[in-house]
């Protein structure tokens, strides 16, 4: 089973400036990851995929990086819309396996 | 505009089973995989299987074989969930979420908005 590890935990950061999570995986999954966002009460929506192509409707101020084993999402701007848990996400067609991360929890510094 | 709306909360009791639909629309139900993906309070998100309704076939997590069963009934575009031998631990909001079945697509573009199912005696 690949395991999904994201860091840190928690996260504080002031609106406008610049957030970095990352996300390891214990074997390569290529570029097969996915990052989305979650709110309290709601369910998980797509940001990036193919870890490094923003979905439709999502802000220039998200961008994924990474291949392999190592990833990486940043904000480059923090919006008061943006406090809220980022889940990254492999996905492996061979093993059939969609493995995610424990989730980040982005809040206001 | 693709929507996915699954069915309403449910309580439980411990050793019984549950049954969650999935209703799609604004979309090509048929082209796609359903998967069903848990978040225990609190917690983070765990996938359970999918199935791709064209073919019929389903795949499942390990931890889940044998206690889940995911079906799609194309004609009405309706994705269901089944898992049996409910304890406590089952207890979570169980999402229906719409992918790709093929590398490079198989992230989840759209999500159901939850079921709350809660096992207690």
């Known amino acids: 089973e690949i395991v999904m590890t994201q860091s840190p935990a928690t996260l504080s950061v002031s609106p406008g400036e610049r957030a970095t999570l990352s996300c390891r995986a214990s074997q390569s999954v290529s570029s097969n990851l996915a990052w989305y966002q979650q709110k309290p009460g709601q369910a998980p929506r797509l940001l990036i995929y193919?870890?490094?192509t923003r979905a439709t409707g999502i802000p220039a101020r998200f961008s994924g990086s990474g291949s392999g084993t190592e990833f990486t999402l940043t904000i480059s701007s923090l919006q008061s819309e943006d406090f809220a848990v980022y889940y990254c996400q492999q996905y492996n067609n061979w093993l059939l396996m969609y493995t995610f991360g424990q989730g980040t929890k982005l809040e206001i510094k | 505009q693709v929507q996915l709306v699954q069915s309403g909360a449910e309580v439980k009791k411990p050793g019984s089973s549950v049954k969650v639909s999935c209703k799609a629309s604004?979309?090509?139900?048929?082209?796609?995989?359903i998967s069903w993906v848990r978040q225990a309070p609190g917690q983070g998100l765990e996938w359970m299987g999918r199935?791709?309704?064209?073919?019929?076939?389903?795949n499942y997590a390990q931890k889940f074989q044998g206690r889940v069963t995911i079906t799609a009934d194309k004609s009405t575009s309706t994705a269901y969930m089944e898992l049996s031998s409910l304890r406590s631990e089952d207890t979570a909001v169980y999402y229906c979420?719409?992918?790709?079945?093929?590398?490079?697509?198989?992230?989840?573009?759209?999500w159901g908005q939850g079921t709350l199912v809660t096992v207690s005696s």
């Open positions: 193919g870890a490094s």
């Open positions: 604004g979309g090509t139900f048929s082209s796609y995989a």
């Open positions: 199935i791709i309704p064209i073919l019929g076939i389903a």
């Open positions: 979420a719409r992918g790709g079945w093929e590398l490079p697509n198989l992230h989840f573009d759209y």
